[in-house]
């Protein structure tokens, strides 16, 4: 029966109809408890929403809490260790925000809604295409992890060159340009990523320059990962399609 039911609650198989079914159930389950987080006014039909969602979240914890040996393989061990995993610990912080609803003591802690948005991690256990694309970047990670160093080198980098050469006020309106170095941190990385959102722009020649050499080479560093990532997903795919 326990066999059964760890079945069930596990990523649904091909041809497992009730699996499937479970998969579906939660993801709905999911996508629902986050709706009221788009709204700022509360309404009525938003607590029993909570009240529903949880109550599958907790059933969802226990079932998995109860089938725990078949996971982890370690006999009554699994049982002890399973609450303090990483599904199970986000599992548990997406549950605490629902039990303001039976206690209002939990209203205390500002951070429910913040909490509720951890549900959203929920998604990779019941999505495949999640999990390909998590394989894909820990068996990239070490290219990943050196376009990342490059990236912030260079932010770190340009942030001192224009911390170093841009004046505090703009001459020509008066403006605060790059009151701190976070200011210039926020500059190098929004312009890196070739974003520009153009609320701090440079006025020194020099300035300018290593702003359009930043553009530049942000384009290089966006393009480099993705293109890893993108040529090993597909990998994945055909590697899946096959089997």
């Known amino acids: 029966m326990r066999k059964r039911i760890f079945e069930i609650i596990e990523q649904g198989r091909p041809g497992d109809t009730v699996s499937i079914a479970y998969d579906i159930l939660m993801l709905v389950a999911i ?17 029993i929403i909570e009240t529903v969602t949880v109550s599958l979240f907790i059933i969802d914890y226990l079932l998995r809490w109860l089938t725990a040996d078949y996971r982890q393989g370690k006999g009554w061990r699994s049982f002890v ?28 802690f500002r951070i429910t809604r913040l909490l509720r948005i951890l549900r959203l991690f929920k998604f990779i256990r ?3 295409k ?21 990236a912030v080198f260079y932010v770190f980098l340009t942030a001192l060159i224009m911390f170093n050469t841009e004046p505090r006020i703009n001459p020509f309106t008066g403006d605060v340009t790059f009151a701190n170095f976070f200011d210039a941190l926020y500059w190098a990385t929004v312009t890196l990523t070739t974003v520009g959102y153009g609320d701090m722009i440079p006025v020194t020649e020099i300035g300018r320059f290593v702003s359009m050499v930043s553009s530049l080479f942000g384009v290089a560093i966006i393009a480099l990962p ?13 590697s899946k399609k096959s089997e």
């Open 130 to 150: 999640i999990r390909i694309l998590g394989k894909v970047v820990r068996k990239e990670k070490g290219v990943l992890l050196g376009v990342l160093w490059i």
């Open 31 to 47: 996508a629902a408890s986050i709706v009221p987080l788009m709204f700022a006014t509360e309404y009525p039909v938003f607590r």
């Open 226 to 238: 993705s293109g890893v990532i993108t040529a090993s997903y597909l990998e994945e795919l055909r």
């Open 126 to 128: 019941y999505s495949e």
């Open 81 to 108: 260790i399973y609450p303090f995993t990483g599904w199970a610990i986000i599992d548990i912080l997406s549950i605490l925000p629902g039990l303001s609803i039976l206690s209002r003591g939990f209203k205390i």
